[in-house]
């Protein structure tokens, strides 16, 4: 019988977090192995947020096409159809799995095209082959909650929904949430007739509340139930739900259904008979080196349910290598930036409003519309909005505005660094630019805004 293959670490999933922990060790001399069952890029690159952006960049140019005129040009287009977005993402998905493949093996890591299941704590099985590893890291990823209610044929989920070529002429979304609110957009737009269901008060609940108010009002072509409990499901002929919300009883129809009410961890085969302990939600417990209760076994990204994004996964791969490498580096979830790529798009990080004292909580805020850069953009809905301590110490940034997910960058650096509003305004913000919406709203918190209206 021939010897198992011997790596120093073995990581189990090939997503952000499994692809940035295996360059990373290879780059500090370890002889890395890694096991994918699916596609290299996991949720992210194949079914989330590449696709999503993808199609969203497509309906963004085709709406600003139909402003053209706006902008003192002719030009014109016709609604895009689903199967050209579809062939558009496939192009890219498949280039940025390339590059990934290409990176990985210029590291040296040797890639495993199959499901991995623990069979000890130093020993994994990919197929019929058993490998060893001093360490080993899981980073399996996540997929789509579906409740039992939901266990249809026909019922789509954000795994499901890129490999559609046609759009349908209505569409119920259950949730409201980052994903919900996006695809909202993207088949909005699409000419389809687009229903959101909401069980909280409002949709984007982890957002301040003018955010969730102004984008329902914004999304005119998008009917909203919200505080709404689904009471049944029949899907007998499209499908049709009876709702339950403040408003009453009624009666919901669409020709396809789309669920986006999160996600959850999902656990290789043999974890639990390794001893690793899992949360109530069935994540993987860690520490703050991202390291389970079994010496030695490391998990990173959605697999632990701390905060299911490709940037965190990526970050706790960072900590995950530096602790198994002799470093003392340790996760801080403290200013992860949210960013939803909406129209216009939705950024935010620090502290939740829930979190400050609002009788003592300085606030500034800013529209969009006053900016020059928006205006000559013709992109003028939104704002900023700047939370501080008494003393004007940044906590919070929240920012509804074109780019704002290329904003946040410098919003959580501010809020990290713990800036004053005096720090922040400190360097030099070019005119006209889309970052003055910071400068401003800074400035309104200390009573100096001079172009506030």
């Known amino acids: 019988m021939a010897e198992p293959t011997r790596y120093d670490l073995f990581i189990v999933g090939g997503g952000p977090g499994g692809y940035t922990a295996a360059l990373l060790g290879a780059k500090k001399g370890l002889r890395v192995g890694l096991a994918e069952g699916s596609h290299l890029g996991g949720t992210c690159t194949n079914t989330g947020c590449i696709p999503a952006k993808s199609y969203i960049e497509s309906i963004n140019l085709y709406t600003q096409i139909q402003s053209a005129q706006r902008f003192g040009l002719q030009a014109q287009s016709s609604p895009p159809g689903l199967l050209t977005l579809n062939r558009r993402k496939t192009r890219i998905v498949g280039r940025l799995v390339k590059g990934i493949e290409y990176l990985l093996n210029k590291a040296g890591v040797t890639v495993y095209h199959g499901h991995a299941e623990l069979a000890g704590k130093n020993t994994v099985r990919v197929a019929d082959e058993e490998i060893r590893c001093t360490s080993l890291i899981i980073a399996s990823g996540s997929q789509p909650k579906r409740p039992a209610m939901f266990d249809l044929p026909g019922i789509w989920t954000s795994e499901d929904i890129f490999e559609v070529t046609e759009a349908p002429s209505s569409l119920i979304i259950i949730g409201g949430g980052a994903i919900g609110m996006e695809m909202a957009h993207v088949f909005g737009n699409l000419g389809t007739e687009v229903t959101v269901i909401e069980a909280l008060e409002r949709v984007l609940a982890t957002e301040d509340e003018d ?43 669409g020709q396809h259904l789309l669920l986006c009410i999160g996600r959850q961890p999902r656990i290789p085969a043999g974890v639990p008979e390794l001893g ?43 900590i995950a290598i530096d602790h198994m490498t002799g470093g003392s580096r340790s996760m801080d979830y403290s200013f992860i930036p949210s960013v939803v790529f909406t129209s216009p798009e939705v950024a935010s990080v620090g502290k939740r409003l829930s979190e400050m004292d609002p ?58 660094l713990g800036l004053g509003l005096e720090e922040f305004l400190k360097p030099h913000y070019p005119h006209p630019t889309l970052a003055e919406l910071l400068k401003e709203a800074a400035e309104d918190a200390l009573g100096l805004s001079v172009h506030k209206p």
């Open 211 to 253: 955010v969730s108010r102004e984008l329902a009002r914004l999304y005119r072509k998008i009917r909203f139930l919200t505080s709404a409990r689904i009471q049944a499901l029949d899907a007998s002929s499209g499908f049709t739900l009876t709702v339950e919300s403040p408003g009453g009883t009624r009666t919901v129809t």
């Open 359 to 416: 009788s003592v909580t300085r606030k500034g805020t800013f529209p969009v519309s006053a900016l020059g850069r928006a205006r000559t953009m013709d992109a003028c809905d939104g704002f900023a909005h700047v939370y501080c301590t008494p003393a004007g110490k940044i906590e919070r940034i929240t920012i509804m505005a074109p780019h704002a997910t290329e904003l946040i960058s410098w919003a959580t650096l501010a809020v990290s």
């Open 276 to 318: 690793v302990s899992l949360g109530t939600s069935g994540s993987i417990e860690v520490d703050g080196f991202m390291q389970t209760d079994v010496p030695g076994v490391y998990a990173v990204g959605d697999v632990t349910g701390q905060h299911m994004y490709a940037y965190v996964a990526a970050k706790e791969a960072e």
